[in-house]
């Protein structure tokens, strides 16, 4: 009787949350995979089932299969740049953390995370910029003749990927030193003794240590990278503030053809083929990262 009391205050303690986690999570999850087999144009009540009509039309739209290609090579391009320089970056900075610098290296790494991504992303403009930009200027001193990298389709990507990348770059250190700490000192000492020299000793040890945390980071980083959005508004953006068209991403046809086509069935089949991608991912990852005894 009274483990069933405990149980039943525990559950109604919990179920004002549960409640807003359903009413904002849940519930806009499930009238997107509603309205992905309507039609509707926002405007009006009527609302006609079409099966998977939406569904047949996206991979025919090269508008979609533009922006789903360049949404995966920016996710794929921050994955591969943030988990190896964000696991060697907490590396040097655990294996110095005695020094007096450490608080000043961990909070320089972590800063373009919080920093706020409008104004970010508008100096990173300025940096690419091909005429004032002083990334131009430096290729110009060095010999190399200067870019168009916000006009060039290629080029615009590569930026989006460089903008992305340094702002994920704070979160995933600062995991990757928790795990760092959380590694027994026991098993480096034990390597040291056997004649393991450091970069062996984290090749060997930490990297497949710290693979739970690895599993986190990629996954967190993909899901992040899939929904790319306002560092390729801006980034493409021309000087009226208007979308430029050289880095198409899935977030910005998704909301072009909601708002500005007034299409928001076609725009919520595009949401679940992107929730179903990230989900696909997500389970590809674990599999990958999993261990030997059947733990991520």
């Not at 996206?58 to 920016?74: K, S, V």
């Not at 100096?123 to 430096?138: E, Q, R, T």
């Not at 795990?179 to 984290?202: I, R």
Request: net charge positive.
């Amino acid at each position: 009787m009274l483990r069933r009391k405990r149980w039943l205050f525990a559950l109604m303690a919990i179920l004002p949350t549960l409640a807003i986690f359903a009413w904002v999570r849940v519930y806009p999850i499930w009238e997107t995979l509603r309205l992905s087999v309507h039609k509707w144009d926002i405007l009006s009540k009527n609302k006609p089932f079409i099966g998977m009509a939406n569904f047949q039309e996206l991979f025919r739209d090269r508008l979609f299969i533009e922006a789903l290609t360049n949404t995966a090579i920016i996710a794929f391009g921050v994955l591969l740049v943030t988990i190896p320089l964000s696991l060697v970056l907490a590396a040097l900075i655990h294996y110095r953390s005695r020094s007096r610098l450490a608080a000043f290296y961990e909070t320089s790494v972590f800063i373009p995370h919080v920093v706020s991504l409008v104004p970010a992303a508008m100096a990173w403009k300025w940096i690419f910029d091909a005429k004032l930009g002083p990334l131009n200027a430096l290729l110009t001193f060095v010999g190399i003749e200067p870019q168009a990298w916000l006009f060039d389709p290629v080029l615009s990507i590569i930026c989006v990927i460089v903008l992305c990348s340094w702002q994920a770059l704070g979160y995933a250190v600062l995991i990757y030193l928790v795990g760092f700490k959380s590694l027994p000192v026991s098993l480096y000492e034990a390597a040291k003794l056997d004649g393991a020299s450091g970069p062996q000793s984290f090749w060997f040890l930490s990297i497949p240590m710290l693979k739970p945390i690895t599993l986190y980071v990629s996954v967190v980083t993909l899901v992040s990278g899939f929904n790319v959005y306002a560092q390729a508004y801006v980034l493409a953006s021309d000087a009226q503030g208007a979308p430029g068209r050289q880095v198409r991403v899935l977030v910005l046809d998704m909301l072009e053809n909601s708002f500005r086509n007034y299409r928001v069935g076609y725009a919520a089949s595009e949401a679940v083929v992107l929730l179903l991608i990230v989900l696909l991912l997500t389970l590809v990852q674990f599999g990958l990262l999993r261990d030997k005894g059947g733990r991520a």
